[in-house]
């Protein structure tokens, strides 16, 4: 909800100065608003900064999802009050992007009660509407601040949950009740508790995610959980087959197997692994 449209103004000359790209690169941003006028406020403000481009807006928590998962922006102007999905479920949906991990997120919001949540949820500001050219400056200097040190960061965060669109819905899957994923081309299958969900992704870039003590490689189109292996099997000449607790059977390439025994943390492979 917007009050009332602040006054425009053109960013003092000192602050465009120090206002530089990151690492090189224009900075990619996402505007998450249900009201248009909001929006469009923002896009005014940033019409100031050629160094950052929008690359989506959004008017509910449904297309913001969708709209960093695909678009993988830098920054992402949030707000909270939002149908469908409200800014702080938003984040929890969206996980860590390897090395890059989570966008630097601002909320842009009408009400002050929910700030203390936001710094707990790693926000790199809060702006309360109406808020000033000069606020505004200092919220996106902070987020450049944030961006320009992560690299240098080494990430220790890994996602708990992955999320899958499936049209309007948006699935929810606890890592630990992920049993397996498969290679589908530029998808990956989530099979979990019997059912599947496809996911836009592949499956490096999910390996990349998930905890090697828990999530295994065992073939160039199969991750598996260690947790669902009962026993490994010969299948052919120097491969083998994982069966799971519920009977799955999964491929197993050599460089999988000796994975799979590493992080089983018995090179023996004394997990009911038969040759």
Do not use: W
Request: charged fraction near 30%; charge should be neutral; glycine fraction near 6%.
């Amino acid at each position: 909800m917007l009050r009332r449209k602040p006054a425009l103004g053109v960013p003092p000359p000192a602050l465009r100065g120090r206002l530089a790209e990151v690492d090189g690169h224009r900075l990619r941003a996402v505007i998450v608003d249900d009201e248009e006028l909001a929006r469009g406020f923002l896009r005014e403000m940033l019409a100031a900064h050629p160094e950052i481009e929008i690359v989506a807006e959004c008017a509910n928590g449904f297309e913001a999802v969708k709209a960093i998962v695909e678009a993988a922006p830098d920054l992402v102007f949030l707000d909270v009050q939002m149908p469908k999905l409200d800014g702080f479920e938003v984040l929890e949906l969206i996980e860590p992007r390897g090395p890059e991990g989570t966008p630097a997120v601002i909320f842009v919001t009408a009400y002050d009660q929910y700030a203390m949540r936001a710094f707990d949820a790693h926000a790199v500001d809060y702006l309360l509407k109406p808020f000033s050219v000069e606020r505004f400056e200092r919220a996106l200097e902070r987020a450049k601040a944030r961006l320009g040190t992560r690299a240098a960061r080494v990430p220790n965060e890994r996602p708990q949950r992955l999320a899958v669109r499936d049209g309007t819905r948006v699935h929810v899957i606890p890592l630990e009740k992920l049993d397996y994923a498969e290679a589908q081309d530029d998808y990956v299958a989530l099979h979990s508790g019997g059912k599947s969900y496809l996911k836009q992704q592949t499956i490096a870039g999910l390996e990349a995610l998930l905890d090697p003590a828990r999530f295994v490689r065992i073939h160039r189109s199969a991750i598996v959980n260690l947790e669902r292996v009962a026993r490994i099997e010969p299948y052919a000449k120097e491969s083998r087959v994982a069966i799971l607790s519920d009977g799955t059977r999964l491929p197993v390439s050599r460089s999988g197997y000796a994975r799979l025994l590493e992080a089983m943390g018995d090179s023996q492979g004394s997990r009911n692994t038969t040759r």
